[in-house]
């Protein structure tokens, strides 16, 4: 089949790759110069199944409260647009129930642990090096962190997730760059889990999913959809798009054209297309930002840092390794404007860091980033049929895109393809 990709995220690109494994011909279209320019970008890099969740857990809703206040605030809330995201904030208050975030969390660990095992099979078979790195380390600083974590241990126990709960100093025995002097209770050691670079591995995915067949046309905006469905002479789905102006190589009058189907894969930006079809989902832009910078030299040829990642479960906080630099990744806020980056959130970042790896990066070359999550109530990313002929939605990953890409793309595939995929789709359907 001739199918359409709109958006080069990492979830596109592995759309692109597992249609293209198929033998279909996929055509990507995204409106930006390169492949992972927008939330794939500088993500935290974390690829541990067992620490997916979503955005609502029991009790979240006075935590969200208390986070929102502060010099380490973990959330900030921008102003009147506060009011626009009410529906939204009402699904997510729902999601929080004990039940819908059990269920939730179950369906988001079974897809991460299918996408690690994809993604794994994939850097195997065509030799890519993402700039793994391993283990991680869930710090507890207190004992508030140590009760909190309870739940999330009960659950790790259940999955039967390679994990043990360890004290301070098992934890720096793990990652012997921890600074001495911060208070620390204990952590959750997950020997299986992992950070990489997800651009990085973009990138490369791209360039085996050409040789496939599949063709990527960058600086290209999809500015509308049509699925009329498949009539005798004419495609299912018609798509109208248009070079970006400025950006080298586009062309800037609309272009029609017509496909077979079409998945969309845009990220934040989906419902501007999915709107005038009846499909829009209530996808809310949550930005987080992060700050990479090189490793010093800790002498005797090692680097300071972490050997693989901590997450900092009190401010929300992770500090990865990829290849020579380290990556220091959180916040959360909505509402303010997109490409400004928020100084407070960037100071706490920069807090957390020298809280646990002082001298570590060499600040001066640090370079920061905003992006937004593509975040759904519950959390749970929608992969499958759109409820119009032709359109295909895999869309809405949030916090957790990298770690869900894999698996995500191989499920959509097998739908598209009218295999029986090897999760259940139905959790992931369009609801
Ligand atoms: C601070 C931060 C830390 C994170 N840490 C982690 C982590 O540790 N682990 C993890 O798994 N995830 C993490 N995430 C989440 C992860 O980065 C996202 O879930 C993931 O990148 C989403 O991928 P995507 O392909 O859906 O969206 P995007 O990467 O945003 O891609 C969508 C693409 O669609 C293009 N597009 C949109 N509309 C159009 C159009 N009309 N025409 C053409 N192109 C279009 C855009 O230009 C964009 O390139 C983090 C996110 C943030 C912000």
């Known amino acids: 089949m001739r199918i359409a990709v709109i958006g080069a995220g990492i979830v596109g690109v592995t759309t692109a790759y597992e249609l293209a494994a198929d033998g279909h011909e996929p055509t990507v279209y995204e409106r930006l110069s390169a492949v992972a320019g927008e939330a794939s970008f500088a993500n935290a890099g974390l690829l541990a199944p067992g620490c997916v969740a979503p955005p609502g857990a029991p009790g979240m809703a006075g935590r969200v409260l208390r986070q929102s206040f502060g010099p380490h605030r973990r959330l900030r809330f921008g102003g009147a647009e506060l009011l626009t995201r009410l529906p939204w904030l009402w699904r997510w208050w729902r999601a929080c129930g004990p039940r819908p975030y059990r269920d939730n969390r179950e369906r988001l660990y079974r897809l991460a642990r299918y996408s690690r095992?994809?993604?794994h099979a994939c850097a195997a078979r065509h030799g890519l090096d993402y700039q793994r790195s391993a283990p991680v380390t869930v710090l507890l600083r207190g004992p508030r962190e140590l009760a909190a974590a309870e739940a999330t241990l009960r659950l790790l126990r259940e999955?039967?997730?390679?994990?043990?709960?360890?004290?301070?100093?098992?934890?720096?025995?793990?990652?012997?760059?921890l600074h001495p002097d911060t208070p620390l209770q204990g952590g959750i050691a997950l020997p299986d889990a992992e950070a990489g670079n997800c651009r990085l591995f973009a990138q490369q995915l791209k360039a085996e999913a050409e040789?496939?067949?599949a063709r990527f046309c960058f600086a290209t905006e999809v500015l509308d959809l049509d699925a009329p469905g498949a009539r005798a002479g004419r495609s299912a789905v018609q798509l109208r798009a248009r070079g970006v102006p400025g950006l080298a190589g586009s062309t800037p009058s609309p272009q029609e054209r017509g496909f077979d189907?079409?998945?969309v894969c845009t990220g934040a930006a989906g419902n501007r297309l999915l709107r005038p079809l009846g499909l829009a989902l209530p996808l809310l832009p949550v930005h987080g930002h992060s700050v990479t910078a090189p490793l010093r030299d800790a002498g005797e040829g090692r680097l300071a840092g972490p050997r693989g990642a901590v997450l900092d479960q009190r401010h929300g906080v992770t500090v990865s390794r990829l290849g020579q630099r380290l990556r220091v990744a959180g916040s959360a806020g909505f509402g303010r404007a997109a490409a400004a980056h928020d100084p407070g959130a960037l100071a706490m970042l920069y807090r957390v860091l020298d809280d646990w790896f002082p001298g570590a990066a060499r600040h001066a070359q640090a370079q920061a980033w905003k992006g937004a999550r593509p975040m759904l109530p519950d959390g749970v990313p929608v992969i499958g049929a759109g409820a119009r002929a032709g359109v295909w939605l895999n869309i809405g990953h949030g916090g957790s895109g990298w770690a869900l890409a894999c698996g995500s793309a191989r499920l959509l595939a097998d739908q598209i393809g009218g295999r029986a995929p090897e999760l259940d789709a139905a959790a992931y359907a369009m609801r």
């Open 261 to 263: 189907a079409v998945v």
């Open 159 to 177: 999955w039967e997730v390679a994990h043990a709960l360890v004290d301070a100093a098992h934890c720096r025995r793990i990652e012997p760059g």
């Open 211 to 213: 040789q496939l067949g």
């Open 117 to 119: 095992e994809r993604l």
